[in-house]
């Protein structure tokens, strides 16, 4: 069942949470000067345009990342410097009427080939490139394949950027270890199917048996109907940490009544092996974006429209967030 399409909700509050994560996780293997592999297992697009007709339909980039760049722009001082990296790489595309999916803002991170100052003219050996970072992405439905090739082709890192029309679920052990070995994984399927839920933790649990070092990412959506399957699904990873054993967190970020029926009302991400410190930066972060992107309860006008709400207003609104850390 393909009929997924990302278009109708790129830049949404769950796209907000996932990437500013993201974008954190980047950061700390950028530290050091060792090559990384990233893989992104549903890429989608890679681009998207808020002006399509299909965001427009839902308002959900209204109501995430608009929004998001407004209030941070009116009450700059209330924004965590956990967040400002995110926040300048989705202005640099708000600008033009674009947002970034996750293949875009890891293209971001694939660091420029330098040579290293190992070889020589006197010896004849040839100088060793530093910084090969790759890429790989994955992405099954056959429309949006095509639209991530020609978004992926752009400059000149484009030759280490592997794309790949498959499964990403049946594509896991032949994809898993990477070279290089350092990097992560994102998983973030569109839990369109029953089946996804079953098919992560087999997934994800046989890449982290067989790549132990790798930071491996879960996007999971909160919905009402899915209690049952979102607890199995975090045990089973958390379970699977513990074999190596290493850490596991949670980061979650409710924005609406978690009694509504009728969708989303909040999303999370697991990771497995995080980098130090990621629980604090993210209680940082989702406090302010729980501010920000929270619905307003019925009838309630205290949280404010422009930014960081003042204290006690966030009992205005559905916003709220949890950060679960099981540390080794």
């Known amino acids: 069942m393909l009929s ?26 950028q530290k050091k000067d060792k090559p990384y592999t990233l893989i992104d297992t549903h890429a989608g697009a890679g681009i998207y345009t808020l002006d ?6 839902t308002g959900e980039a209204e109501a ?18 956990e967040l400002l990296p995110y926040l300048d790489l989705c202005r640099a595309y708000e600008k033009d009427g674009r ?9 971001n991170f694939l660091r420029p080939v330098a040579p290293a100052a190992t070889g020589s003219a006197k010896s004849g050996t040839a100088p060793v490139s530093l910084a ?31 794309i790949h029309h498959r499964d990403a679920y049946a594509a ?31 997934s994800l649990r046989t890449a982290h048996r067989r790549w132990t070092s790798g930071v491996i990412c879960l996007w999971y959506p909160l919905l009402k109907r899915r209690v049952a399957e979102t607890a199995q699904l975090k045990a089973a ?29 909040g999303s999370g991400m697991a990771v497995i092996n995080p980098p130090w410190h990621l629980d604090d930066s993210m209680r940082k972060t ?41 540390a080794v």
């Not at 399509?52 to 339909?57: G, M, N, S």
């Not at 307003?296 to 850390?325: E, H, L």
């Open 99 to 107: 947002y970034p999916g996750s293949p875009e803002i890891m293209r």
């Open 4 to 29: 997924y399409r990302h278009a109708f909700h790129a830049g949404n509050h769950a796209d907000i949470l996932k990437h500013s994560m993201l974008v954190l996780i980047l950061k700390s293997l």
């Open 172 to 202: 896991m052990s032949a994809l898993v270890p990477p070279e290089p070995k350092r990097g992560l994984l994102l998983m973030d399927p569109s839990y369109e199917v029953d089946s996804d839920y079953t098919n992560v933790i087999d």
């Open 286 to 326: 989702l406090l302010y974006l729980a501010s920000v992107l929270g619905v307003k309860k019925t009838g309630s006008d205290a949280a404010s429209d422009a930014g960081f709400a003042p204290d006690g207003a966030q009992n205005a609104s559905f916003g709220s967030w949890n950060v679960d850390m099981y």
């Open 237 to 265: 990873l958390r379970d699977a940490a513990a074999e190596t054993p290493c850490s596991f967190m949670t980061a979650e970020l409710v924005i609406d009544d978690e009694e509504n029926e009728a969708g989303l009302y």
């Open 132 to 162: 090969q970072d790759k890429l790989v992405l994955m992405e099954l439905h056959n429309t949006e394949i095509d639209v991530l090739r020609i978004n992926m082709k752009r400059g000149s890192d484009s030759s280490r950027i592997n």
């Open 52 to 57: 399509d007709e299909r965001a427009v339909k």
């Open 64 to 81: 995430g990342i608009v929004r998001l760049l407004r209030c941070a722009g009116e009450r700059p001082e209330s924004v965590p410097e």
